[in-house]
């Protein structure tokens, strides 16, 4: 079915969403470098003007447009949960590929592994399914997917068949030091003081059991980083041996919060995020909230979490 949507259209919109991840932009990435076959008409689009400059080593991350054309008779959207991630208000025929439990099934296709650790985990099955080559760029973006939802192969979840991906994709071009590099070997000056300071101000609750980051625009003022440079703290956090969830509450520039939380397992961090319009996975999850005072959500989500520990 993917195919004959491909087949028939003219110009083709991939989509990463807000604030992209590896993950997100990986899949859009190998995406792209397949549809250049096709000699297709090709956008590469995310509403966010910003890249992370860390993610730049994925290949054609120099394509990518915050502006969305009138044009596309097809949009395929990678990684998003939400409709509202896109960040476009698209009508026309899209599909949707992802692995998120919480995804809203928006398309016209969905197709969606909630087994799958990552979105370029869907996306080189299906492209095993379709005998479609995977050449070198292709194989580098989907293996920067792979290695940031597993958090470099921590995951509980990898077993045989995630290591034989990825070293299928090693034995296709995937540079294993790039991607290394990439994201875990790149850190600013500012996200460095950012996070050396949330440390500083972390707080354990729950008798230990949740540390509590609270983020303002002050801090990110003094430190000169971002929303997007605090969320490798909560990592950070979840190594203490006492601690099995971390919330992050981060107050956005323009307005309303920016909510992330982590699990071992304890607490199911995508249904309370669906509580607040967000999703994402059991273990880890987020959601923005607007409308309402940062005491306010982060009293109701102690609490929620209060009920799943105890």
């Known amino acids: 079915m993917p195919l004959s949507l491909i087949n028939e259209a003219n110009h083709i919109v991939l989509i990463a969403h807000q604030d992209p991840d590896a993950d997100s932009i990986g899949s859009a990435s190998a995406f792209y470098s397949y549809l250049l076959r096709t000699q297709k008409k090709i956008t590469f689009y995310c509403v966010s003007p910003h890249i992370h400059a860390h993610l730049s ?47 809203e099934q928006y398309g016209m296709l969905n197709c ?41 192969f ?34 600013t000056l500012a996200s460095l003081r950012l996070q050396g300071e949330m440390l500083k101000r972390m707080k354990l609750v729950l008798d230990g059991q949740l540390a509590l980051f609270e983020v303002d625009q002050e801090l990110l003022a003094a430190t000169g ?16 041996k006492i601690v099995n969830t971390a919330l992050l509450l981060g107050v956005r520039k323009k307005g309303g919060i920016s909510v992330s939380l982590r699990s071992d397992g304890a607490v199911n961090a995508s249904e309370i995020m669906q509580r607040y319009q967000g999703g994402g996975h059991r273990d880890r999850a987020g959601a923005r909230v607007s409308d309402t005072s940062l005491e306010q959500i982060r009293d109701e989500i102690i609490e929620s979490i209060r009920k799943e520990i105890e």
């Open 57 to 103: 080593f994925i290949p054609w991350t120099d394509k990518i447009s915050n502006r969305f054309p009138i044009d596309a008779d097809l949009a395929i959207s990678f990684d998003c949960g939400s409709f509202a991630r896109l960040g476009v208000n698209y009508s026309g025929v899209l599909i949707n590929f992802d692995h998120h439990i919480s995804n």
């Open 112 to 152: 969606i592994d909630t087994d799958a650790v990552s979105t370029t985990q869907v996306i080189y099955e299906w492209f095993l399914s379709e005998d479609i080559k995977i050449n070198g760029k292709m194989a580098n973006a989907l293996y920067s997917g792979l290695m940031d939802d597993t958090k470099c």
């Open 154 to 187: 921590r995951d509980p979840r990898c077993g045989m068949s995630i290591f034989s991906m990825a070293h299928r994709l090693l034995e296709l071009g995937a540079n294993h030091e790039q991607c290394v590099n990439g994201l875990y070997n790149s850190k």
């Open 225 to 240: 980083a971002s929303l997007g440079d605090c969320k490798a703290v909560l990592d950070e956090a979840m190594a203490l």
